[in-house]
């Protein structure tokens, strides 16, 4: 089944607010807004026609420039951003498959950076959990109904969320000095931190 | 040959410094305590494996640190690993040496720039033998580990040091 | 008796430093006796901010970064990074036919020396060392033929966006040949040495039991996935590069010396796939064509606005690259979903209720490399 098939049965046998986005690449994905992405997964995975039963990756990324005001055309999202990161926001993928069927599918849905919240979908595939926890980690955002969710690559006590663009890396961790050594500032340009 | 100093030739009887014995013993046992993170560890594989042949040296890799002369410190050390690093060299027995191999132990390599990485194990531990490359070749481990020896031929191991 | 004595779980550190770790991963274990009754993987020891730097070095200057995410397979990383890149762009189309053999050629060979490596590992964390010694002079000829065709040992660097950087040396095919035959051989010595060893198979059988289902919903990939049971490698199913050209199996667990799914199965599998890969590089030598190695590429490349999420079959499993460009000279977003990742997320689940030793057993059997675990 394409992935247009797949987009138009969603569309029809859920209530979920969903659009076709195909001018992104060689890979066309479905956007779904973030309140209704457990849904959305739920259907795709009990759905017998459709069957993913693999949940491939997820991941997601910092979103600073305003192209994805695109979005804001369909949605009514700016409601819940609030006013200090004003186009701001993390956009998050997942790739499902089915090994059954033979046919993938992404999914793509994006919160607000001031409020980075979504819904967790370990009940659906256990491999959600290592996945929304590296999410976690480095991008910051929560999922209410994870039962675990903790730092996984970085220490507990790490401060800030390193895939942020935004992020600045510490010079020093428990005392340990990791400022860049002067051989290494001078080849680096100049007005660049590391 | 220099190792001996003054050898008579009726006798068994050999004249050296006590110094000098001892540092041959130590420098051709170099026991080093296996510790590779990242991918210089599999080079330090292949120097111990058959064409390699580390053992050669008397160079035996040892799975606690209690039992090592010689910290090889082998790939990226992370902020979130060089805590235990500095435990792992502490527990060591005295005289400890330290060969840092490759460039992300030297300096950070190739990733210095990241947010995570130590840029250098010597801001942890003090360093004897800086050993460029990424990764090094066995041939190249091999050298570092005969400077080391002729490094701990020449200490004084009894005598204090001024 | 028995009243007045409490027992209590007691918690064990293993790791960050120790040998059979395979790399820098901790487990922290709640134990009731010798038996396992939690395991906590603590990742994260060798995490490198590879995702971050992708952010500011160019797409081509990504290429080397990919050979330290995994380097038991370097030339593997490079291909799918390099494909994933290619795929954005569009222009998988317009690599030349030798360039796609060579970079098979080359993976396919890497390909036996990180099974070599996986398979000498497990054995040497089951007590027989001389198995390992074996492989690590066979790997010697491959980073010997390797190096005749890219001058690395370990990292090469040799796979480029658009075929590969320079062509073969003259002698290499024949060498190439020349070493499949020897090792061929090698793998039946080792096999008689250690796979159908009773004391190894005692270890490996019935232990750590992964059922298809949960390997489905773990999303266990390559041999860790075939050795329970189901059939899939990206390679058939899903073919790239000129793979539907060639003709191969699929080795997959049957359960031969216990249960579907357990350690030996897993191991099994990747004994039989380094035959299917010195098949795969017999066809190659036969049908690789003359002609370019390299379509033409600009020195800095800006892919088209958009995101790809490529798969390909590493030795450890169906390696994933998410990329998102925004139109720029690097990468916006970066993503490697590895097979170590999920191969270790599993290890809590099959890990409960097994000895310690059997431990060592469980993460030997699914061939983790910490980088790429924590890239």
Redesign the interface.
């Known amino acids: 089944m394409n992935i247009l098939q797949i987009f138009e049965q969603i569309k029809q046998n859920t209530d979920a607010v969903v659009s076709f986005q195909e ?5 066309p ?1 479905i956007y779904v807004r973030s309140d209704s992405v457990l849904s959305v997964m739920t259907y795709l995975k009990e759905e017998e026609a459709l069957d993913f ?5 997820h ?3 910092h ?1 600073t ?1 305003s ?1 994805k005001l695109f979005w804001h055309l369909f949605f009514d999202v700016s409601q819940d951003e609030s006013e200090d990161h004003h186009h701001e926001e993390i956009r998050l ?1 997942w ?1 499902l498959y089915s ?1 059954k069927v ?1 046919h993938r599918v ?1 999914i793509e849905s994006s919160v607000p950076i001031g409020k980075a919240q979504m819904d967790s979908v370990v009940s659906l ?3 959600a ?3 929304e926890r590296e999410v976690y980690d ?1 991008l910051g955002v929560t999922y209410p109904g994870h039962p675990d969710l903790r ?5 507990p006590d790490w401060e800030g969320h ?2 942020r663009k935004d ?1 600045v890396a510490p010079t020093s961790y428990h005392g340990i000095d990791n400022s860049p050594s002067a051989l290494t500032k001078s080849f680096e340009p100049k007005g660049k931190s590391k | 040959m220099k190792t001996l100093y003054n050898k008579f030739e009726s006798d068994n009887i050999v004249l050296t410094s006590l110094d000098h014995l001892v540092n041959l013993a130590r420098a051709n046992s170099m026991w080093y ?7 210089c ?3 330090l ?2 120097t ?4 390699g042949d580390l053992e050669r040296f008397g160079s035996a ?1 040892r ?1 606690v ?1 209690r039992t090592a002369d010689l910290m090889l410190v082998a ?2 050390i ?1 902020l ?2 060089a805590e ?1 690093v500095k435990i ?1 060299y502490e527990q060591m027995a005295e005289p400890r040496y330290v060969i840092s191999m490759g460039s992300c132990a030297n300096s950070g390599g ?2 210095q ?5 130590l840029d250098g194990v010597d801001r942890v531990i003090p360093v004897d033998i800086y050993l460029p490359g ?2 090094p ?1 066995p041939e190249a481990l091999l050298s570092a580990l005969i400077d080391l020896q002729k490094k701990v031929k020449k200490e004084p191991y009894f005598r204090k040091k001024k | 008796m028995t009243s007045a004595l409490k027992t209590e779980y007691l918690t064990i550190n293993m790791g ?4 059979s770790t395979h ?2 991963i901790r487990f922290i274990l709640k134990t009731d006796g010798e038996i396992i009754y939690e395991c906590d993987p603590d ?11 992708a952010e ?1 070095v160019t797409w081509q200057g990504f290429v ?2 990919t ?2 995410v995994d ?2 397979c370097a030339m593997n990383s490079n291909l799918s990074y390099c494909m994933a890149v290619e ?2 762009m ?1 222009m998988e189309t317009e690599i030349p036919k030798r360039a796609e053999y060579i970079r098979v050629i080359v993976s396919e060979l890497n390909r036996i020396s990180s099974h070599a ?1 996986a398979i000498g590992a497990a054995d040497m964390d089951m007590g027989a060392f001389t198995p390992f ?1 074996h492989f ?2 066979e ?2 000829h491959i ?1 010997d033929l390797l190096e005749m065709a890219c001058g690395a ?3 090469y660097n040799y796979i480029c966006i658009g075929g590969v950087h320079n062509d073969l040396p003259p002698a290499f095919l024949s060498k190439t040949a020349e070493f499949l035959d020897h090792f061929e051989i090698v793998v039946e010595q080792i096999n008689r040495l250690i796979s159908y060893n009773q004391i190894f198979i005692k270890r490996f059988a019935n232990v750590a039991v992964v059922p298809p289902k949960m390997a ?4 266990l990939v390559g041999p860790n996935l075939r050795g329970s049971g ?1 059939k ?1 490698d990206v390679r058939k ?1 899903k073919p790239y590069s000129v793979y539907s050209d060639l003709d191969f199996d699929i080795p997959i667990g049957s359960g031969r010396a216990g249960t579907l799914g357990d350690c030996y199965d897993r191991y099994m599998v990747r004994v039989e796939e380094i035959r299917e890969s010195i098949k795969i590089i017999r066809q190659c030598l036969k049908q690789i064509p003359a002609g370019e190695t390299k379509a033409i590429v600009k020195s800095t490349i800006k892919p ?6 490529f ?1 390909t079959e590493t030795p450890r499993g ?1 390696t ?1 690259y ?1 990329l ?3 139109g720029k000279t690097s990468p ?2 970066l ?1 490697i ?1 590895t097979g170590s ?2 191969g ?2 599993i290890i809590p ?1 099959i890990a409960r209720g097994v000895f310690i030793a059997d431990l060592v057993a469980i993460i030997g059997s699914l061939d983790i490399v ?2 790429e675990l ?1 890239r």
């Open positions: 001018d992104e690449g060689p890979t994905s039963n693999v949940l491939m990756n991941t997601g990324f979103e420039e192209s993928f790739h090994y033979e992404t595939w256990k491999s959990n290592w996945l480095l730092r996984i690559m970085l220490p390193p895939l992020y | 305590l296996l510790f590779s993170t990242a991918c560890g599999i080079e594989m292949q111990g494996g058959p064409r890799p799975a640190p790939g990226t992370t979130k690993m235990r792992l190739l990733f720039s990241a947010y995570s990485v990424c990764p070749r | 960050p430093q120790h040998p790399g820098v990742v994260g020891y060798l995490h490198r901010g590879i995702e971050k730097i500011s080397p970064y050979d330290r380097y038991v795929k954005l569009g490596v010694v690590l002079r790997r010697e980073n040992r370990l990292t489905i919903d773990y999303n189901i899939f199913d088209p606005k958009g995101h790809v999420y798969r169906d994933g998410f998102y460009s925004d916006t977003r993503k979903r990742f999920t270790m997320s689940e910490a980088p924590d």
